[in-house]
């Protein structure tokens, strides 16, 4: 382990993979990196699949970890808030703290993933070789098999370890499943609903439609549509619907007719805005949303799985990027204690890691119902109103359950969780007793707050909830 000349062989050049190639690199392991699609600096293969991200502190502690945070920032759009649009085209902006230095950013994955490709590319210890896809690795012996899709030639690499960072289909989580060498969990849960990819085109002159600084929500009910801005002009805009439920689902909306219908009745103001709208709805694929959760995510001191090959979840808290990116700062910290082995690395990250990633995996749905439902529910809004309130005037005493997972980057999901599901239990349940309203006296609220979750939390921990 103190041998820094081992060789680390990375599955996967996405997100993770990258920054992980990067770190690894600076701290002086010999690093080859295999990746399956072409090289993405060279080539366009966003391919329906999200072309920009939400960004924000989890994320950004990785880029100040490998030392390129101002370089990342030249990528982002700086996003406030949500801007709520309802039936009627009506507009309401819906900030994401009480703290004016708080928000999240809109950037693009290619371009975000190229720049730590090309850094990670700066260290002659970091090789990467695109085309090259996994077909299945042999943990025991720490190889894995590759086939080049140029030459279609099969070839074997083997290394002191490997780590697979290639995403929610990962090659080697299916060789721990198919290998049957050990007792290994496995759940991967699809929600109801699927998406697609469609855009807001800029204006003949290059500028935004609509207002740049927010992330866009026409909520539904059950379904919704979302969009977030591109440093071009334009907006990347996603559409969130049942696969075949509802008056209208991905599977009846199936003629130019049908989708211009539907986007009449429920987004005007969107339509009006998209004229490129059944183009895009009929050449992007519909995709699937899921949640991925596995154990153990290593295998002896030989191979590991981070990002989302270890635990992929749905994109409702904009966390997906971060969790991963903040995967690679976890690991990081577990090297500086300078254990004997791989083995007691992959065993004390996993350990201070899985709990979570449980934990934002969980979050994730449940912002799901927030977004398409609750955000335009009367009682929710209250809940925003008085939290944003609290937010600006104690900006010390108290963080929104979207703050503690957002903005926190110092405490782990599992603790702003579970202290903002309590918050969020105790405003709510207040609010509908009547005992607190938007109008109230704001340190009186906050005590009551206060003393209202630590009563709750302590009823979980009881129940042996925590």
């Known amino acids: 382990m103190k041998d820094k000349k081992q060789n680390i062989l990375i599955i996967g050049a996405g997100l993770c993979g990258s920054l992980l190639a990067l770190r690894l690199g600076q701290r002086g392991y010999n690093v080859s990196v295999y990746e ?49 649009h309802d039936k009627e085209g009506n507009t309401f902006l819906s900030n994401y703290s009480g703290r004016d230095h708080e928000y999240i950013n809109s950037i693009s994955r290619g371009e975000l993933n190229g720049l730590l490709l090309t850094e990670a590319e700066k260290h002659e210890n970091v090789t990467i070789h695109f085309n090259k896809k996994c077909k299945s690795v042999d943990f025991e012996k720490t190889t894995a098999l590759f086939k080049d899709y140029n030459t279609k030639h099969e ?116 339509l009006k805005l998209m004229p490129n709208l059944v183009d895009d709805f009929f050449e992007n694929p519909t995709a699937a949303l899921g949640t991925v959760k596995c154990s153990p995510w290593h295998f002896k001191g030989n191979t590991l799985l981070m990002g989302d090959a270890a635990h992929a979840i749905v994109p409702f808290y904009g966390q997906g990027m971060n969790a991963s990116f903040e995967d690679v700062v976890e690991f990081d910290k577990v090297l500086d204690q300078n254990l004997d082995n791989w083995e007691a690395v992959f065993t004390t990250y996993e350990k201070s890691r899985k709990k979570d990633t449980d934990a934002i995996a969980d979050l994730a749905i449940d912002n799901f119902h927030e977004m398409k439902d609750h955000v335009a529910n009367p009682i929710f809004q209250e809940k925003r109103k008085i939290e944003m309130a609290l937010e600006k005037n104690f900006p010390e005493e108290y963080s929104s359950k979207y703050s503690l997972v957002t903005f926190n980057e110092n405490i782990g999901y599992k603790e702003a969780m579970l202290k903002g599901r309590a918050q969020d239990k105790a405003i709510l349940n207040m609010l509908a007793d009547g005992e607190i309203d938007v109008n109230g006296e704001l340190k009186n609220i906050l005590e009551k707050v206060k003393q209202q979750t630590e009563a709750i939390l302590e009823d979980d921990r009881i129940a042996g909830l925590k």
């Open 36 to 84: 399956m699609r072409p090289d993405l600096r060279k080539v366009d293969i966003s391919a329906g699949r999200s072309i920009n991200l939400a960004f924000s502190d989890r994320g950004n502690k990785a880029m100040k970890l490998v030392g390129i945070e101002y370089k990342v920032k030249e990528l982002c759009i700086p996003m406030n808030g949500r801007m709520l």
């Open 155 to 270: 070839f074997v690499e083997d290394a002191d370890v490997i780590i697979a960072t290639d995403g929610a289909g990962s090659a080697m989580r299916k060789s721990y499943y198919l290998g049957k060498k050990f007792l290994f969990s496995f759940s991967q849960d699809y929600l109801t609903h699927g998406y697609k990819e469609l855009s807001i085109l800029p204006t003949k002159e290059g500028g935004y439609k609509t207002y740049k600084n927010a992330l866009h929500i026409w909520p539904r009910g059950d379904f919704m549509l979302i969009a977030l801005p591109n440093l071009d002009g334009s907006f990347t805009v996603t559409l969130f619907l049942n696969h075949s439920d509802g008056e209208y689902n991905f599977g009846n909306l199936t003629t130019p007719e049908i989708v211009t219908e539907f986007f009449k009745k429920e987004f005007p103001d969107a």
